[in-house]
């Protein structure tokens, strides 16, 4: 793509009410990079507002006016990838997640329990394993792309799977128990695939560690086939509830 460019963010996709979710909002930047991209996100992008993308030392840097939202560059990621579950097991851990009602971002854009489906994706993971202690270990869901997120070629747009390995993540790293307050700083993704709209495909996070403020979490995404099409390394930062809401 050229630069400068225009970008602009539809209401659609917010996750905070008032804020693109991030996972949408990384993987629009990262179409300015050629192959796996790490995209860093310094305030709350905008909806319905137009954004300006330029060439910033090496990468892409999006601002807001003055203000720096976020920049990209290439990277090259690595993350431990484990047997995917069957489809039937992620979608029973689906039955596990976060009750509605504790739901601090209801209508995400992702995971928001708000969004009807067709519109929202709707990707609500929850502990793989039953016997597991709280969120501590993999968390799973399914997840079928509809056609409208596909390009003419029918394979899933690019900001789709970086938005499908968002909230996942967010959920392993913390705020699946409602007492943690998270907003994506860092997502890292390799696309080694994209999925066809209706493909079945099984989404799997897990944390890594904590830092402070900083929550790490991996996640991948499996093809119907069995076999890993993206994974995706995020940093998530402690906030204020507020923050997170999108009210301060």
Known sequence: MK????LEIARRYCGPPKSANGGYACGRLAAFIEGDAEVTLRSPPPLDKPMQAVTDDG???LYDGDKL???AKPCEITVDIPPAPAFDEAHAAEQRTIPAARHNLPTCFVCGPQREPGDGLRIHVGPLHPDTS???GPLAATWIPRPDLADTSGLVRPEFVWAALDCPTGYAAGFSDGNVFLLLGRQSVAIYRRPRAGEKCIVLAQEVRR???KHHADGVLYGED???IAVCKAVWIAVDPA???GEA
């Open 226 to 228: 069995g076999q890993a």
């Open 243 to 245: 923050v997170m809401r």
């Open 3 to 6: 630069l400068p460019a225009r």
């Open 59 to 61: 990468g892409v840097a």
């Open 211 to 213: 830092d402070g403020r």
């Open 69 to 71: 939202i976020g920049s």
């Open 134 to 136: 709280g969120w501590s």
